[in-house]
């Protein structure tokens, strides 16, 4: 197997042109990211929380802290759906409705189960640290005991998941095209700025080439 099923949920219906289910999109996506978007029901109502994660092959591991909302009800095995978007650009077109942006977004829809070993739970928390910078776990002091305890971490089988991706310019029809207004795209990356050093830091460490030279995915 090299792509998910889509179902009667994860289907593209809206444009399916631009929906796509293979591993090779899909986790390019993730890979690239490492913030989503969690959207759950707390006490009969919507909401949607930003937080991290990391892919481990068919897995996404999210961790918080054990008194989070958003942890206590994805870990009781409460239903859910995380989005992960990259915006790639916007998109200028000469009529007002036609104005749209590139993009490249994942919806994962699915369920937690909670991670209790204490080493499997260590071995999430290294990934989370590698997946953000590659090395960095061999840097830093490991959590204690009581950091892990106070942590919940939490497994997502991918099993249930869709791209949609938009690349390209404007559809507007040609006679549209008439009009002055300037038409095209203009492209976003997520690049990082300089470096910034902590005072409270050991000032003679220099800044480490990967962190220098940061890129994703890592
Ligand atoms: C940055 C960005 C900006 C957007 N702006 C707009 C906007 O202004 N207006 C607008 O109508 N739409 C916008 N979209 C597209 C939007 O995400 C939906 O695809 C669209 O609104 C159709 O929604 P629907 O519920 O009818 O989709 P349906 O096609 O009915 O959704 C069915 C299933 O398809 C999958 N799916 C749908 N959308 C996505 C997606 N984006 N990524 C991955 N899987 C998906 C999900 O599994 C979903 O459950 C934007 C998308 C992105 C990433």
Redesign the pocket.
Known sequence: MTEFT?TD????????D??KYDWDTIYAILDQAFVCHVGFIADGMPIVVPTNYVRVGDKLFLHGSTASRLMKTLGSGAPF?L?V???DGIVFSPTATGH??N?????V?GKAEPIEDPAAKLAAMRDFVEYVLRGRWATVRPPTDQELKGTMVLAVPLV?????V?VGFAVDSDEEYASGAWTGVLPFKWTPGEPLRDPRGNQSVPVPENIQRYTRPQ
């Open positions: 889509p949920r994860t289907k593209v219906r809206r444009k399916p631009r929906g759906c989005s978007t990259l915006l749209s942006v993009y490249r977004s994942v919806v829809m249930e998941a869709s791209a949609k938009r």
